[in-house]
Antibody, heavy 117, light 108 residues
Framework: EVQLVQSRAEVKKPGESLRISCKGS????????ISWLRQMPGKDLQWMGR????????TYNPSFQGHVTISIDKSISTAYLQWNSLKASDTATYYC??????????WGPGTLVTVSS | EIVLTQSPGTLSLSPGERATLSCRATDSVSSSYLAWYQQKPGQAPRLLIYGASNRATGVPDRFSGSGSGTDFTLTINRLEPEDFAVYYC?????????FGQGTKVEIK
């Protein structure tokens, strides 16, 4: 079965660092780009960026560039989304998705990140 | 970036009725790279339509997409109880990819 498994929910304080993960299984991980997307509580979806697992080539939404880092460890079929210094406004559910021809065809279940002092 | 505006914000309908959802873009969406997603409470979005009119695998044929350029439509014929959800359009023809704000289809 093709699936994306995301890491568990996190509760962090402002200024802390965090890395969440997305592990692909049931398919050739390096054959499909991965997107990361954000959904703030009760809000719509925002595309954060994408990464090519075969060579780690990454494209960011300018709205997120410099605040997050998207990376890959293809040896374990896992994509990551990382913050060095969280803000309260980073509180959201973060989804990874497997891209096909540009659209986000298969979504992971999401990771809820709560940032609160 | 391309801004997508969905209308209406909420659609109140009864099971068996037809739902017509609109998605309008501020600039032409290249090659009809427009997708529709369904999201139910507490769940991840699910792809319904890609390329403006192509149903994703496993999507019932009561869902159909149409349109080109700046105007796109998702039609749901004969609403089933499981279709009541929020629907988002997404353009993936230019970066950054963007989403509409969503249309909630609720039971009347």
């Amino acid at each position: 079965e093709v699936q994306l498994v995301q890491s568990r929910a996190e509760v962090k304080k402002p200024g802390e660092s965090l890395r969440i993960s997305c592990k692909g299984s049931g398919y050739s991980f390096t054959s499909y780009w991965i997107s990361w997307l954000r959904q703030m509580p009760g809000k719509d979806l925002q595309w954060m960026g994408r990464i090519d697992p075969s060579d780690s080539y990454t494209t960011y939404n300018p709205s997120f560039q410099g605040h997050v880092t998207i990376s890959i460890d293809k040896s374990i079929s896992t994509a990551y989304l990382q913050w060095n210094s969280l803000k309260a406004s980073d509180t959201a559910t973060y989804y990874c998705a497997r891209r096909v021809n540009g659209y986000d065809a298969l979504w992971g279940p999401g990771t809820l990140v709560t940032v609160s002092s | 970036e391309i801004v997508l505006t969905q209308s209406p914000g909420t659609l109140s309908l009864s099971p068996g009725e037809r739902a017509t959802l609109s998605c309008r873009a501020t600039d032409s969406v290249s090659s009809s790279y427009l997708a529709w997603y369904q999201q139910k409470p507490g769940q991840a979005p699910r792809l319904l339509i890609y390329g403006a009119s192509n149903r994703a695998t496993g999507v019932p044929d009561r869902f159909s997409g149409s349109g080109s350029g700046t105007d796109f439509t998702l039609t749901i014929n004969r609403l089933e109880p499981e279709d009541f959800a929020v629907y988002y359009c997404q353009q993936y023809g230019s970066l950054p990819q963007t989403f509409g704000q969503g249309t909630k289809v609720e039971i009347k």
